[in-house]
């Protein structure tokens, strides 16, 4: 709801007294709700409507040590109007904080002033939101996610403030900058009851600036109580190559634009002071701009992304930390258990349940057609992890050494390329096919869970033996090698019914 001119205190009395009486229904009264708000714990913030969580996984949680949830409810736009998202399906196993989704410069609303009727108008759009989240669960406040400018924090306080009142004293959080100096937040100690202090990600909604991590000094003189906002999923944007300012892309596209036969892809960063990766995918020299992914979009993506590593980093270092109003961590993921960018929810389940991060491939070696004095094979091979490898033309490859015969033809089916060998040694050489005993099939990137099957890969010799391996770099650079195992021979999928 937008109210274009501020009333005066009779009209906004009248107003707050309307959405009370008609519809803050919720299964939390406000002394409940408010303990629930500051108690300490993690939570995930659940960005797209409608949110659900599969039983399988809200079965999860209290391991994960997940004791709250922020649920896409409202969505506000630039123009100040809160219209209500689709409700989740099913009812949530955790306190929930119905979050009012700012789009990009939704909090340029704020630019004027007239905090109190705002507030008071958003209170009013959220009383039958409110009323039906009944059936979600206990619900503990209300969450306003956008991205005040330090200039406009006095206008957000008195919006928080009216709002607040509207909605009969729920407990009310608002997503802050973590890059600004805290004392530009003291305007809101005592108004709100906490703060989503965005400290590790980039968001479209949120700036779109790349945010490494806050510091020490930041989160000890914080004003209010908060928890850390980590988004562990990146997002790029489309553009001409003079300029990015097309549509955004979750960073999952990374994986398929890599595999996009028409593209290339480099390296490097806008400034060299900024932190993260920087990925530029751009037309191969000769190839058609109307056959690539990036056709509708000027055929140029750039992506700028943090290793899920340095988030781990900055929970350490948090733990050390002496902020006496740090009350925890919320991640921010798009679904669960799946969402469109390559980290999330099973990495962060992963990273709470204090299970190891490291990269793994499982390389199935499958039997195909033979004759005379040959065999053919394929592979398929899955990253069992739950992040993604390094996006590389070199470091992620499988290796198949073939002892007993030699390789006759290579054909790559989901890879990248491929390169022969005279031997695995350091030492060794490109070798020709009829020659070659080593085949290392490249792949530029894995995905997490992310599965590629070779077609049918040729081996003269009357009773070759097949051994492979394979070398993958983690995003952080660090490597991983799988041990040489001799393969054996799984059924042709075409003689076991598979495709």
């Given at each position: 709801?937008?109210?274009?001119?501020?009333?005066?205190?009779?009209?906004?009395?009248?107003?707050?007294?309307?959405?009370?009486?008609?519809?803050?229904?919720?299964?939390?009264?406000?002394?409940?709700?408010?303990?629930?708000?500051?108690?300490?714990?993690?939570?995930?913030?659940?960005?797209?409507?409608?949110?659900?969580?599969?039983?399988?996984?809200?079965?999860?949680?209290?391991?994960?040590?997940?004791?709250?949830?922020?649920?896409?409810?409202?969505?506000?736009?630039?123009?100040?109007?809160?219209?209500?998202?689709?409700?989740?399906?099913?009812?949530?196993?955790?306190?929930?904080?119905?979050?009012?989704?700012?789009?990009?410069?939704?909090?340029?609303?704020?630019?004027?002033?007239?905090?109190?009727?705002?507030?008071?108008?958003?209170?009013?759009?959220?009383?039958?939101?409110?009323?039906?989240?009944?059936?979600?669960?206990?619900?503990?406040?209300?969450?306003?996610?956008?991205?005040?400018?330090?200039?406009?924090?006095?206008a957000l306080a008195e919006a928080v403030r009216a709002m607040k009142a509207g909605i009969g004293g729920l407990p009310v959080s608002v997503t802050l900058r973590g890059t600004e100096p805290p004392s530009t937040w003291k305007p809101?100690?005592?108004?709100?009851?906490?703060a989503l202090l965005f400290s590790f990600g980039k968001r479209p909604e949120l700036g779109d600036r790349l945010i490494p991590e806050i510091s020490d000094e930041t989160a000890r003189e914080m004003p209010l109580p908060f928890r850390?906002?980590?988004?562990?999923?990146?997002?790029?944007?489309?553009?001409?190559?003079?300029?990015?300012?097309?549509?955004?892309?979750?960073?999952?596209?990374?994986?398929?634009?890599?595999?996009?036969?028409?593209?290339?892809?480099?390296?490097?960063?806008?400034?060299?002071?900024?932190?993260?990766?920087?990925?530029?995918?751009?037309?191969?020299?000769?190839?058609?701009?109307?056959?690539?992914?990036?056709?509708?979009?000027?055929?140029?993506?750039?992506?700028?992304?943090?290793?899920?590593?340095?988030?781990?980093?900055?929970?350490?270092?948090?733990?050390?930390?002496?902020?006496?109003?740090?009350?925890?961590?919320?991640?921010?993921?798009?679904?669960?258990?799946?969402?469109?960018?390559?980290?999330?929810?099973?990495?962060?389940?992963?990273?709470?349940?204090?299970?190891?991060?490291?990269?793994?491939?499982?390389?199935?070696?499958?039997?195909?057609n033979s004759g005379p004095g040959w065999t053919e094979i394929s592979l398929r091979v899955t990253n069992l992890s739950v992040t993604p490898t390094d996006l590389s033309r070199l470091n992620n490859w499988v290796q198949v050494r073939?002892?007993?015969?030699?390789?006759?033809?290579?054909?790559?089916?989901?890879?990248?390329?491929?390169?022969?060998?005279?031997?695995?040694?350091?030492?060794?050489?490109?070798?020709?096919?009829?020659?070659?005993?080593?085949?290392?099939?490249?792949?530029?990137?894995?995905?997490?869970?992310?599965?590629?099957?070779?077609?049918?890969?040729?081996?003269?010799?009357?009773?070759?033996?097949?051994?492979?391996?394979?070398?993958?770099?983690?995003?952080?650079?660090?490597?991983?090698?799988?041990?040489?195992?001799?393969?054996?021979?799984?059924?042709?999928?075409?003689?076991?019914?598979?495709?």
């Amino acid at each position: 709801m937008t109210i274009s001119r501020r009333p005066g205190t009779a009209a906004l009395a009248a107003v707050l007294l309307f959405v009370c009486a008609s519809g803050c229904r919720r299964t939390a009264a406000p002394a409940a709700a408010s303990a629930v708000a500051k108690a300490p714990g993690d939570g995930l913030l659940l960005v797209a409507a409608p949110a659900w969580i599969p039983d399988e996984n809200a079965a999860e949680l209290p391991s994960m040590g997940i004791g709250r949830l922020y649920v896409a409810a409202a969505a506000l736009g630039k123009d100040g109007k809160l219209v209500a998202l689709p409700p989740p399906p099913t009812r949530f196993s955790r306190p929930v904080f119905l979050t009012v989704m700012g789009g990009p410069m939704a909090a340029s609303v704020l630019i004027s002033g007239g905090g109190e009727t705002i507030g008071a108008g958003w209170a009013q759009a959220l009383a039958p939101i409110l009323a039906e989240a009944k059936s979600w669960g206990e619900i503990a406040g209300v969450h306003l996610h956008l991205d005040p400018l330090p200039e406009n924090v006095s206008a957000l306080a008195e919006a928080v403030r009216a709002m607040k009142a509207g909605i009969g004293g729920l407990p009310v959080s608002v997503t802050l900058r973590g890059t600004e100096p805290p004392s530009t937040w003291k305007p809101l100690a005592g108004v709100a009851d906490e703060a989503l202090l965005f400290s590790f990600g980039k968001r479209p909604e949120l700036g779109d600036r790349l945010i490494p991590e806050i510091s020490d000094e930041t989160a000890r003189e914080m004003p209010l109580p908060f928890r850390l906002l980590i988004a562990p999923g990146f997002f790029g944007r489309t553009g001409d190559g003079k300029s990015f300012l097309g549509r955004w892309l979750p960073d999952g596209e990374v994986a398929r634009l890599s595999s996009d036969r028409s593209l290339d892809f480099s390296f490097g960063q806008v400034l060299s002071e900024e932190a993260g990766n920087l990925y530029t995918f751009r037309i191969r020299p000769g190839a058609r701009l109307a056959d690539s992914r990036l056709a509708a979009d000027g055929g140029f993506a750039r992506f700028q992304t943090l290793s899920f590593s340095e988030a781990v980093r900055l929970m350490g270092l948090a733990s050390r930390w002496g902020a006496p109003r740090l009350l925890g961590r919320v991640f921010l993921l798009e679904g669960v258990p799946r969402d469109p960018h390559l980290v999330g929810y099973a990495a962060v389940r992963d990273l709470l349940t204090g299970k190891p991060l490291d990269m793994k491939l499982q390389v199935e070696v499958l039997a195909g057609n033979s004759g005379p004095g040959w065999t053919e094979i394929s592979l398929r091979v899955t990253n069992l992890s739950v992040t993604p490898t390094d996006l590389s033309r070199l470091n992620n490859w499988v290796q198949v050494r073939v002892e007993g015969g030699v390789f006759s033809s290579v054909r790559l089916g989901d890879f990248d390329r491929f390169e022969l060998l005279s031997s695995q040694a350091e030492d060794h050489r490109p070798a020709n096919l009829g020659q070659a005993v080593v085949a290392r099939i490249f792949e530029n990137m894995f995905a997490p869970g992310e599965a590629k099957e070779t077609d049918a890969i040729r081996v003269s010799g009357s009773r070759p033996t097949v051994f492979v391996s394979w070398h993958l770099t983690g995003p952080d650079g660090k490597i991983f090698d799988g041990p040489e195992t001799e393969a054996a021979l799984a059924p042709s999928p075409s003689r076991s019914g598979r495709r």
